[in-house]
């Protein structure tokens, strides 16, 4: 049976009724037409489908809407999810994009997103990790065209410029 929910995504609230375990990835991707989080595995096992809630990264794919959204008309306080669309200020690329795209830390980019959302976490939670911390801080993303040493500096640089944790 359906539900109606209130979910807070990239600072804006959309209502939408819709069954209470269908996957976050699919709400976010064909009701809200956030295409930028990609789904991978569906078992949240690689990464792709990463989000922010409450800054912290979960998997989209292995998340439902009710776990994340308040129903509608009741007192629960609803978490604020962030995609890759919401990291950036308008045309300025939050620093963890910036420093992907100055250190050419993609191939075929389509783990790229979720490798983003997932360094932001780690840098908010760890602002100058090293680098065994990011590399345990990326477990659960994986990346077949093995872009991995360009995004450990990538995260790196972020950190570095002490804006990967903002």
């Known amino acids: 049976m359906d539900a109606t929910f209130t979910i807070r995504v990239n600072g804006n609230e959309h209502r939408l009724t819709t069954d209470p375990d269908r996957p976050l990835l699919d709400v976010l991707r ?3 037409h956030l295409n930028g989080t990609h789904y991978g595995c569906g078992a949240g096992d690689c990464g ?3 989000v922010l809630v409450d800054g912290k990264r979960i998997f989209s794919c292995s998340t439902a809407i ?3 959204a308040e129903v509608a008309g009741t007192e629960a306080a609803g978490q604020s999810i962030t995609t890759i669309e919401g990291l950036s200020n308008g045309a300025k690329l939050h620093p963890v994009q910036q420093a992907f795209l100055d250190e050419g830390a993609f191939q075929c980019g389509y783990c790229t ?3 983003i959302v997932a360094a932001t976490a780690l840098l908010k939670e760890k602002p100058s990790p090293s680098d065994a911390e990011i590399i345990e801080g990326m477990n659960g993303n994986i ?3 093995c872009g991995y040493a360009r995004m450990i500096s990538a995260i790196r640089r972020a950190a570095e410029q002490n804006g990967g944790a903002k």
């Open 48 to 50: 792709a489908c990463s």
């Open 30 to 32: 064909e009701d809200l």
């Open 143 to 145: 990346c077949r065209c």
């Open 113 to 115: 997103p979720g490798m």
């Open 66 to 68: 009710n776990e994340v």
